[in-house]
């Protein structure tokens, strides 16, 4: 009897304490007295009797009828909302300990209120949790990016928090902008397991040290199921954490393979059963290719981060393949800096199936708003066992001095300037109005005269010019594929080596102004030999220019995705020491720039030029074409087309490259950069970037390589100084012999020349809807060389009936079949007619690069 009354009270206890346990989580349903149950849980309405929470004002209730909200988990709760005008506080009785807190937010238009015009502020027990918070600005950019990483938009969104309340109660205060609204769809508190950030964190760049995390309350920026689907909440049932897929946030997604193995995992600590579900430990993903000599290549992921904020990331490990120690060692990067090498995930867990993680904290700094995460092999290690593994990420942010929330301070104290300054520009345009109303009709007297000259310039196209539509011209995204590539598979499908600051200065002698090569907007280009005897050009920034950052990343970012034997190949890069390094194959010949004009070389043929500018064109080609979006260079010039030992030309330079529009787009609206004399002018007007301007800036480079001289010279009489239009002014008299370089004299096909002219001319039409595309270019360079070997071969009587009846009988006819009988090979972006070349070599800027 005593036995059973003891066991009684147990049973009582725990049922008590679970009872506790369950009062203290909150799901609210907001904007309503009803509930609604959501994937087994009942959300109870936030003006429900007896639902332990207060309101300090009721605000404005609103309700839909939409009958499917794009969320299949959360859908039902989105239909209300509730909306304020003025503060709006929310007190959950009974809380304390560590709690998540999710805000979900899911807008639609209710009455006079317009969602985009909402604005609001979110406090927790005084913590600032946002400030200035626009949901459906917060939601467009989480789609843009999405949508360019060819993942679903979403409509709807949820901060989550882990708040540690050491008092009986929560208030969150919701704080409407001045003039303007909020509004809440529902709020989620759970309890936090205890201890579930318990422990120290090693400091990355801290040479193995740890630090004590201490926090208020942390901001869950990213949860990452690695190389497995997405984990709904459901399946997360514990903590309703959910894991979103990884490979929207990869570089390169394909640079790791996704395996799996669902059997006989357990946690490496029976502390660890909550820091997540055995299902993120059952999918992971390794190094592609890690057999390959060359192990140069990492796992990467970048992540939109706040600014000026410390972050806690937390990684997850299981090793499901290996069931012996040291079988796979590797290295982690955080922010290009080591976070751990000699990693060894069987050890640290202590065997196969052990699920296991560790936590890392770095600074981010006021001026960084990435945070990059990359495995790769340690090098210590050698060639076997350097293979590297991840099963999930997350990524958080640590309160400072009781502010979560995060504000752009630019774009702030940009719309500040904007607002104090509208005087002045009211003023400023009334008497720029009355300047214009003096000027107005001179300018549409120039306008007019103008337009009629075009029209009677474009009435008929120019003889030759055939404008195609090239079905078998698109490029996919394997690029060079069939081509040899010095530094194996791996090279096609990675960023590159993370290089050592003691290797380049070793490649380099220690940076010997001997080996400059090159000298443009980033920095100085070094030739180098790394270790291997590999010939390389290296890139190094220099602290003065007006390129950075952005630049170095997006050039690594741009080159990690394509792979092209037209475009200079990245072999690695390095960023220690406040170092920013490129390391390029080196590209023997230089720039196209430099065998044209503004040095001793040799100059090139006219073959030679009409080659190198059908390789920049290829290159070009496949950048518009090979991804789903496509790439706009925005820096086209002949500083930027470097040619190998065998003079085969290649695109360089990708810094200032943008992805293309959307399907949905006819244009990126951006600021305007690029290099004077090059510049689109429609561009340069509506600040509208399309693949035209690139169209633009390669005209200019053509009409370069007939003139041979620079495209701006101030130097020149006043009608001479642009060389786009002192060339277009030829080129429409039909006389663009009449300026070309000297020292073409007698050596080229006047067919050719003329066809080429024709090319030119049409890339600088003053509308790039006028322009053709790059592969219409292509096409029509391809006939430009078939017209001049054929020429060729005329003048050297390689056929008899050719030469009795000159270059108007068989020899223009056998080009013109050629070159309607060309196809394109679509893994290579190149004509099948066109002889492979060898490639050995990489980028120099040239000696002028001039920015905006």
Known sequence: MENFRLFFLVIVFVFAKTGE?????????????????????????????????TLSSTGIAASTDISSVNDSTYGELYKTARIFDNSLNYTFQGVRGDYFVRLHFSPFSFGDYNVNESSFGVEANGLKLVEKFEVPGEILQKNTYLQSSGSNSTSSMVKEYILAINRDALIIEFIPAKEKFGFINAIEIVPAVDKLFAGSASKVGGSGANVNVSWQGIETMYRLNVG??????SQDSDLWRKWEVDASYMITANAGLEIKNSSNITYSSVNDSSVAPLLVYESARTMSNNEVLEKRFNMS????????????????FCELVYDKANQRIFRVYINNRTAADNFNVFVRAGGMNKAYHQDFFDVVSSKVRTLWIQLGPDSAVGAAGTDALLNGLEIFKISRNGNLAYVDNNESSGNSSKASSKTSILWGAIGAGIASVAILATLLFCFCSRRREKSSDTKTNPPGWRPLFLVNSTVNAKGSAGSKNPYGSVASTRVGKRFLLPEIRAATNNFDEILVIGVGGFGKVYKGEIDDGTLVAIKRSNPQSEQGLAEFETEIEMLSKLRHRHLVSL?????????MILVYEYMANGTLRSHLFGSELPPLTWKQRVEACIGAARGLHYLHTGADRGIIHRDVKTTNILLDDNFVAKMSDFGLSKTGPALDHTHV????????????????????????SDVYSFGVV?????????????TLPKDQINLAEWAMKWQRQRSIETIMDPRLDGNYCPESLKNFGDIAEKCLADEGKNRPTMGEVLWHLE?????HE???RSNAGENSFTSSHGFGGLALDEAEERQESTSFDEETGCSRESTSRGYNGSTTDGVEMVRE
């Open 783 to 787: 006939y430009v060389l078939q017209l």
């Open 228 to 233: 497995g689907s997405e984990i709904s909440p």
């Open 571 to 579: 072999i690695g890069f390095c960023d220690e020491q406040n170092e």
């Open 702 to 714: 053509l009409f370069e390589a007939v003139c041979s001289r620079p495209v701006i010279n101030p």
């Open 301 to 316: 992921w970048k992540f939109e981060v706040d600014p000026d904020f410390d972050y806690l990331i937390r990684l997850h």
């Open 669 to 692: 609206s951006t600021a305007v950069k690029g290099s004077f004399g090059y510049l689109d002018p429609e561009y340069f007007r509506r600040q509208q970037l399309t693949e035209k």
């Open 21 to 53: 346990a369950q009062s203290r989580s909150f799901l609210i349903n907001c904007g309503t007295n009803s509930s609604v149950t959501v994937s087994g849980r009942k959300w109870i309405g936030d003006l429900a009797p007896n639902s332990n929470i």
């Open 790 to 792: 054929a020429w060729i």
